[in-house]
């Protein structure tokens, strides 16, 4: 069982260094690669590996159509700024291949790894020479796997997958031990600038909006939740909670345009209060922003004729909704 550092017990020099020292000894002097997705997991796990290894990191940003608007050049610029050079790796052919027809949940989740681990990333891998991945896994991802409440798309080892036999690669996981607030002080204590950690920055899944979608995950459906998204993010932004977001639902829905029947989309928003991601309480949000969420939403989102807000705890709810 791994054993917690808590961020009220963590002392970031001596974690950093310690952490450095191990990259360095288990890399050697090869290269290592590592994926960036912007989220505060994997820009901490960025900047730690770049300390320990320098030039000898790849770091590359998987374009799996899957993002937010804008992410992609939004995170390669704002690493560009740090000093790290980011390589786009557009892949998204592959993985909506993979999800095409798939509704359920873990399918969704273990197509998504698959396509991340096995196909993009083992092509990554060969061509660059490198013999470790080195990725942003943190405590929580690992209660949430081994408890059977939700696959994270970057556990193995805790479910007795060897991912050098899988994938050809082995993977370092020096965040392992830390859950979110702990991690937020070691990106701190690494440069990471306030925008990443000031609510500006809120964590977004692996998976990505994939997580998002529930049912069939298909361009067109990533297209609609990432609009709500865009307004979601833009409206709660200034509300100071740990996470907020968009789902779009699978089932259609009456409603009304026009004075005619609109059997349409709906979308379900989240808002949620929270330190460290194991419980969390929805946000006590005013009825004049949900007006204007559910305004904008519908009128700027085409298809979508219906938005809730989620009022349920987690548990038993879980912040994402697939």
């Not at 529930?214 to 939740?225: K, L, P, S």
Request: charged share 30%.
């Amino acid at each position: 069982m791994t054993k917690e550092i808590t961020a009220q017990e963590l002392n970031t020099e001596n974690f950093i260094n310690d952490k450095v020292k191990e990259i360095q000894h288990t890399v050697g002097d090869r290269m290592a690669i590592n994926a960036l997705s912007g989220g505060v997991d994997s820009s901490t796990v960025t900047m730690l590996g770049h300390r320990a290894l320098g030039k000898r990191l790849k770091t590359v940003f998987i374009e799996n159509g899957l993002m937010r608007e804008g992410e992609p050049e939004q995170v390669v610029g704002l690493f560009q700024k740090l000093g790290v050079t980011v390589e786009v790796v557009d892949a998204k052919k592959e993985f909506f291949a993979a999800l095409k027809g798939i509704t359920d949940p873990e399918e969704k989740r273990e197509a998504i790894t698959q396509s991340f681990y096995k196909d993009v990333f083992g092509r990554i891998v060969k061509q660059s020479g490198a013999k470790h991945l080195i990725q942003g896994t943190i405590l929580t991802d690992i209660d949430e796997t081994v408890a059977g409440i939700k696959r994270q798309h970057n556990v193995f080892e805790q479910l007795g997958i060897d991912p050098k036999e899988a994938f050809g690669y082995r993977i370092i996981e020096p965040l392992i031990r830390l859950r979110k607030d702990g991690v937020r002080k070691v990106g701190k204590a690494l440069g990471l600038p306030a925008e990443l950690f000031e609510f500006e920055r809120i964590p977004f899944p692996g998976p990505a909006l994939a997580a998002r979608v529930i049912g069939e995950v298909t361009q067109e459906r990533i297209q609609t939740v990432r609009k709500a998204t865009g307004i979601v993010e833009r409206l709660l932004k200034g509300t100071g909670a740990f996470q907020y977001m968009a789902i779009l639902h699978e089932d259609r829905v009456t409603g009304m345009r026009d004075g005619e029947r609109d059997f349409g989309q709906q979308i379900e928003v989240r808002c949620w209060e929270s330190v460290d991601a194991r419980t969390a309480t929805p946000t006590r949000l005013s009825f004049e922003i949900l007006e204007n969420l559910a305004g904008e939403i519908i009128r700027d989102v085409p298809g979508i004729v219906s938005v809730t807000y989620n009022i349920a705890p987690k548990p038993p709810s879980t912040i994402e909704a697939v």
